[in-house]
Structures are given as C-alpha cells and as structure tokens.
C-alpha cells in the first residue's frame, strides 16, 4: 500500500519566519504534488513535481517554493510565512500516467500568527 | 483552461434515500475524471474513476460528454456515506499530470 508521509500534522508559526513543510512516499512515484485546502474553495494546486530537480507552478505559487532533491522527498517552502497561509496543505504522488490516482497523506494544518 | 463546478456545498438525505453528487468540467478534448473522498479525520483517497467504469462501496459515476458531466450516484445512501466528496478532471491533451479539482460537496446522511 502506498504510504504518503507529512513530517508534522500540526504546525504553528510566526509571521515573517521560514517554514518548512515535509512530504515523503514511499512508492517510487514519478510525481509529487502540494495542494492547499481551505472550505469553500476546494483543492487548490501550489506546486508539483514530475522528477527529481524537475518544478512546475500550479494555480496559486506566490509565496511558495519547492525543493525535490531526492525521488521520494518533496518539499514545500514559505519563505516569509503570511497569515493568508494559514491552511490544510495537503501533499500526494502519483505514478506518471494520466488516468493514475493520486495517493495523498494525511495533510499538515498551517496556523500563521 | 479545464475547470470542474461541483454545484451544491453541502447535500443532505436521510439514511436509505438515493444519493447524487453533480459534477460538471469544461474540457474540450477526452478528459480523465475522478471522484475522491474524505471521510473524517481521514486522508483524502480515491473513490473511482471513469476508466474504470467500476463500482466502490455501492457508488457509480458515468461520464456524459454531451452534458459535461460525471455525476457521482448511489441508489440507497448509508451513514458510513457521510464525508466531503470532490470532483476531479485530468488533463492529458495538455501533456500535464496535475489533477483540476471541483470546490467539494460535503455530504450528510441523517439516521
């Protein structure tokens, strides 16, 4: 069974400070994403990644960056954490194939102060 | 660019009644759709997918190409139903594995 893994589930951070968010799989999979989800709006892409090194800007990027160094590590980075950041960020993988789903983990809740 | 309209925020029916969850994309090329489900202070997974044309836990989902839609049905909904449900569009006319999803309809099944 697929096992996406996020380092922390709850995260509290200052305005200003850098943070760090962790995603792990354990699958092999091509691809890795970072979603945000906030109620009312859905799943919203930020980032995803197709191989390692590789990045592609979703639908909201602004104040994000990410790093894929290695195939199974994907991570997603607030440069200067604002409280509009303040969310569910969920990360997934997938296989590279167009009808593959996604195999998400189990989310980390961003609280900005 | 694709975009998925999930109509109703939250839909509830009583325990036994017939579920449906709308599901509309604007797509012009041969979409790959999903339905993904979360259930409480559970991770969001796959519920099916078109390709499939299979059955999950009593829900069927047909793609209507004519109407745009992907309407998630079940005949008899059950308390276990409860959950959040999104609609998901896949896009492989523009060479890219990112997933569109629909804002959610939470669904509620009253005893």
């Known amino acids: 069974d697929v096992k996406v893994t996020q380092s922390s589930r709850y995260l509290v951070k200052r305005t200003g400070e850098k943070v760090f968010l962790e995603c792990v799989q354990d699958m092999d999979h091509e691809n890795m994403f970072w979603y945000r989800q906030d109620p009312g709006l859905g799943l919203r892409l930020i980032y995803f990644s197709y191989d390692v090194k590789m990045k592609e800007k979703g639908d909201i990027p602004e104040g994000y960056s990410v790093s894929r160094e290695k195939k199974e590590r994907f991570s997603l980075i607030l440069e200067s954490a604002s409280t509009n950041q303040t969310s569910m960020y969920l990360c997934a993988s997938s296989l590279a194939s167009y009808n593959s789903p996604l195999h998400f983990g189990n989310g980390t809740r961003l609280t900005v102060t | 660019a694709q975009r998925v309209t999930q109509p109703e925020k939250l839909l509830s029916v009583f325990k036994g009644a017939p579920v449906e969850l709308k599901c509309n994309y604007s797509y012009s090329g041969s979409p790959e759709l999903f339905w993904y489900v979360q259930y409480s202070r559970q991770r969001l997974q796959l519920l099916l997918r078109?390709?499939s044309r299979e059955s999950i836990k009593g829900f069927t989902a047909d793609l209507n190409k004519g109407e745009t839609s992907f309407h998630l049905k079940k005949p008899f909904a059950q308390e276990e139903d409860s959950a959040m449900y999104y609609c998901a569009l896949s896009d492989p006319g523009a060479g890219s594995y990112q997933l569109t999803f629909g804002k959610g309809t939470k669904l509620s099944v009253i005893p």
């Open positions: 078109h390709i």
